[in-house]
């Protein structure tokens, strides 16, 4: 019997040894959104036109890999704020929204990147089935994940108007 508890405690400790997984690296950091590349669009301020189409222009980065972001259009015309907010802009006065304009997409990140530049053409249309689209004082919201599950958002103060 002493021998057999020699050989099984031993065997014993290999196996559980041996299936305990090595422990990865874990993703902690958030991935950023960056605007101050050349040409980014829209910045705060900046102000789109109803039946054209922009391109969305901006740098998101993660230390490990991205994931996919999420553009939020919405009309502030009850001048709301977002907290990622720092630049003030001319609001209009506050109003009741009659046709608001209204645009939530999500949009994938090609696999195993850790640095991407948009180049997201989006088309403003003049108006829905309601009628025209209410113009002024809008947010254009970014929302960036990485692969881990982390998200850094950019709140954006625009105006959107017809020509």
């Not at 040894?17 to 705060?44: G, H, M, R, V, Y």
């Not at 209204?102 to 090609?110: A, Q, S, T």
Request: proline share 5%; net charge negative; hydrophobic share 35%.
């Amino acid at each position: 019997m002493k021998n057999l508890t020699t050989i099984f405690i031993p065997l014993f400790l290999l196996m559980i040894f041996n299936s305990c997984e090595k422990d990865e690296e874990i993703d902690k950091e958030k991935p950023t959104i960056n605007l101050t590349i050349q040409d980014a669009f829209p910045l705060s301020c900046d102000t789109i036109y109803f039946g054209e189409s922009f391109e969305l222009k901006a740098l998101f980065s993660d230390n490990v890999e991205l994931g996919s972001f999420s553009i939020d259009i919405h009309n502030n015309f009850d001048h709301h704020s977002h907290s990622t907010e720092v630049t003030e802009c001319n609001l209009d006065p506050i109003k009741s929204p009659v046709t608001p304009f209204l645009f939530i997409n999500d949009y994938d990140i090609p696999t195993g990147l850790k640095q991407y530049e948009t180049n997201l053409e989006i088309n403003i249309p003049l108006s829905n089935e309601n009628g025209i689209f209410d113009d002024g004082d809008y947010h254009f919201f970014i929302s960036l994940t990485d692969k881990e599950g982390w998200s850094e958002q950019k709140g954006l103060s625009i105006k959107m108007l017809h020509r």
